[in-house]
């Protein structure tokens, strides 16, 4: 029989209405903004989906050669590697690094494989105050609960059970207004990252040509975990690697509108190494631990092809079935959350953490196919689920995976075996299709008292189907004429939405998109940019900023604000309301601004002000990303720049009740002021 607390979980979340509609919320705003999104693809979306299948494949076939490649271009980048076998060494590893650095206060930013390892009780048994910075996973860390979504942890709360949390856990008087709760959280863990002796982050991809760790995230915490503290630990699955910079930039077309509807995160960040010499910001250790927690295990079982999924969540946003659940019903024999519930979770969780206790969850499934048709690397979910479930019933049917447990309901077998009895004789199939229908015509009215769904574990919230009048056999026999409907028009599926070729210039785009996104963008002459810049600082009563020293902004405009009574500091300062920097390049595809890090350029002048100001030149505007990652690279191989930020608009979050709120833990307001070549 399938696990009592599973059963529980699914009549729990079937009889939570607040659950159900919030469910039903996230699903249609998720699935609205990724249509939107791909909308705007270069190239067709079949097309991009086919490719990264192909180069998915490719890394997780060559998995050894890469890793390699990957782990001695990061250490020669100045990344100290750590390799952990399963969850107790990488946990020991993190221990370890922070006894020998002394540290009492970590700050976490969003990393699923810290969920899978449950990194968060090993290091407070030591002793240590651990903090999520993200504000989803901040509001479950507070109720002490795992999170509900790989994407939005927080999804199955209301606003005004997120403010009776923080009323309850941090004192402030209640409130239900979204961006009042935001506006909490950022000023209470914007002490936590001033603070912090170690960040703690995850990683969505690792390139394996340049040993670049690339970061996403929407709030600025990801940046803040890696820039401000002194020690940065990044945990990666051994499977998160691409093999160069144009891979990257597929995937990085693909995930983002995937997961929340954006052409590109609000922040992607490119780390090579710690600070160098001459920066004045950024951590002075970066460890990087490649996790395999049975990763291996799974890429030499027929399970393989779950190892190509990149953490977007798209599946579970499409599954009928976690819409109807949530992710706190995903839980295994023993009552255990996994970390990665909805179709892939059903496939990985089985895989990396035992067939035995997980192995009930491929059951969780219609097999409609949605998952696979959501999916941005086109991975097979449904046939995944087909094979853990077989491998549920016939021990050693995976090879490394073996399971003593039969997780199909006795009923269940009992009636496919029945079914196959019936099928394999045309008059027995004939006779039982007469006798089910009858049964059907009788039990109809009833069903809904029956509570049939108790009998499997399965089923909860499902209408009885309504039986037909008459045989299939006997309506749509051969020659015999049927009646004439309205044909439908076909479907349109996502995964063959065109591209609709942009006519605009770069800078006319940029502008768009850079507009689209919130951020406020100004073409001017470079004799106005200063006075331009002054006449906006003036406007919002700042007198003091942060900035960028001159050598890396347009001739004379840090000495025009000073002769003009604006105090300039190149130091980070939390204080200050303005940060001034310029710009590597701009991407006029997504609205992009290239921070680079370096000498005389702090990453933090673009991050902790409330006002980020940026000076770009028209010249340097670019269509794509792919286009400016040769200047990154340049500036890597020369050692000028540790790491690489792209900005896309103001940081924002949708964590609460899915309403999207401006201003989380990076800056507010964003300004471009482009000058015209």
């Given at each position: ?549 001159d050598e890396s902004l347009p001739d004379g405009l840090l000495e025009t604000l000073q002769t003009n009574g604006i105090q300039v500091s190149h130091q980070p300062d939390p204080a200050l309301q303005a940060g001034l920097t310029g710009a590597l390049a701009g991407i006029a595809e997504t609205g992009t601004l290239v921070i680079p890090a370096g000498l005389g350029r702090p990453l933090t002048a673009s991050l902790l002000p409330e006002m980020h100001i940026a000076v770009l030149r028209s010249s340097d505007l ?56």
């Amino acid at each position: 029989m399938p696990p009592k607390t599973f059963q529980t979980q699914i009549r729990r979340a079937q009889a939570n209405p607040i659950l159900q509609s919030a469910l039903d919320g996230n699903a249609e705003r998720r699935r609205t903004a990724r249509e939107q999104a791909y909308a705007s693809l270069p190239e067709d979306l079949q097309t991009l989906r086919q490719r990264a299948h192909v180069r998915r494949a490719e890394v997780i076939a060559n998995l050894e050669r890469y890793l390699d490649q990957f782990v001695a271009n990061a250490q020669s980048n100045g990344l100290i590697i750590h390799r952990a076998a399963n969850g107790e060494e990488a946990v020991q590893i993190v221990r370890q690094i922070a006894r020998d650095q002394q540290a009492r206060l970590i700050s976490k930013s969003k990393t699923m494989v810290g969920e899978e390892i449950h990194i968060n009780p090993a290091l407070q048994d030591d002793g240590l105050q651990v903090v999520e910075t993200d504000l989803g996973e901040y509001i479950v860390q507070l109720r002490e609960e795992p999170p509900a979504h790989i994407i939005t942890p927080a999804v199955h709360l209301t606003r005004a059970e997120v403010g009776r949390t923080f009323e309850d856990k941090l004192g402030v008087p209640f409130s239900d207004d979204i961006p009042t709760l935001t506006a909490i959280a950022r000023r209470i863990l914007r002490q936590t990252f001033l603070e912090t002796d170690i960040g703690i982050s995850g990683v969505n991809f690792g390139v394996a040509e340049n040993g670049a760790l690339c970061l996403l995230t929407n709030e600025g915490n990801g940046r803040m975990v890696t820039t401000l503290p002194r020690i940065h630990i990044a945990l990666m699955g051994i499977e998160r690697l691409v093999p160069n910079l144009n891979d990257l930039a597929l995937m990085l077309s693909l995930l983002p509108r995937s997961a929340t509807g954006q052409k590109l995160t609000v922040y992607a960040s490119l780390i090579f190494g710690p600070r160098r010499p001459p920066e004045i910001d950024g951590p002075e250790q970066r460890h990087l631990i490649l996790v395999d927690n049975g990763r291996m295990h799974v890429r030499a079982s027929p399970l393989a092809e779950a190892l190509y999924c990149i953490r977007c969540g798209a599946c579970l946003n499409a599954c009928p079935v976690f819409r109807e659940l949530g992710g706190h019903a995903y839980v295994g024999a023993s009552g255990r959350y996994t970390p990665y519930p909805g179709p892939i979770g059903s496939v990985i969780s089985p895989g990396l953490f035992g067939i035995d206790e997980f192995g009930h969850l491929a059951r969780a499934s219609s097999l409609c196919g949605a998952c696979k048709e959501a999916c941005p690397v086109d991975i097979d979910l449904p046939g995944l689920l087909l094979r853990v479930r077989a491998a549920s019933e016939s021990p050693g049917s995976l090879p490394n995976m073996p399971s003593n447990a039969r997780h199909a309901p006795r009923p269940l077998r009992w009636g496919l075996k029945l079914f196959s009895w019936m099928a394999t004789s045309p008059r027995r199939f004939a006779a039982a299709q007469r006798l089910a229908g009858l049964f059907s015509r009788l039990l109809a009215p009833i069903a809904p008292w029956l509570h049939l769904p108790a009998l499997t574990g399965w089923g909860y919230n499902r209408d009885f189907p309504r039986p037909a009048l008459r045989p299939f056999h006997s309506q749509f026999s051969p020659g015999r004429p049927t009646p004439e409907e309205p044909k439908p028009a076909p479907p349109q599926s996502n995964n063959h939405l065109t591209p609709q070729a942009p006519t605009a210039s770069p800078l006319e785009r940029f502008q768009a998109e850079w507009e689209a996104l919130g951020g406020n963008f100004s073409l001017c002459a470079p004799s106005q940019v200063a006075g331009r810049i002054l006449e906006l600082l003036r406007s919002e009563g700042i007198h003091a900023i942060q900035a960028w020293q001159d050598e890396s902004l347009p001739d004379g405009l840090l000495e025009t604000l000073q002769t003009n009574g604006i105090q300039v500091s190149h130091q980070p300062d939390p204080a200050l309301q303005a940060g001034l920097t310029g710009a590597l390049a701009g991407i006029a595809e997504t609205g992009t601004l290239v921070i680079p890090a370096g000498l005389g350029r702090p990453l933090t002048a673009s991050l902790l002000p409330e006002m980020h100001i940026a000076v770009l030149r028209s010249s340097d505007l670019l269509t794509n990303l792919q286009q400016a990652y040769p200047a990154i690279e340049d500036l890597r191989q020369s050692g000028q720049a540790s790491s690489i930020a792209l900005v896309s608009g103001p940081s924002r979050t949708a964590d609460i009740e899915m309403t999207l709120t401006i201003g989380v833990h990076g800056p507010r307001q964003v300004h471009v002021f482009c000058l015209e070549s």
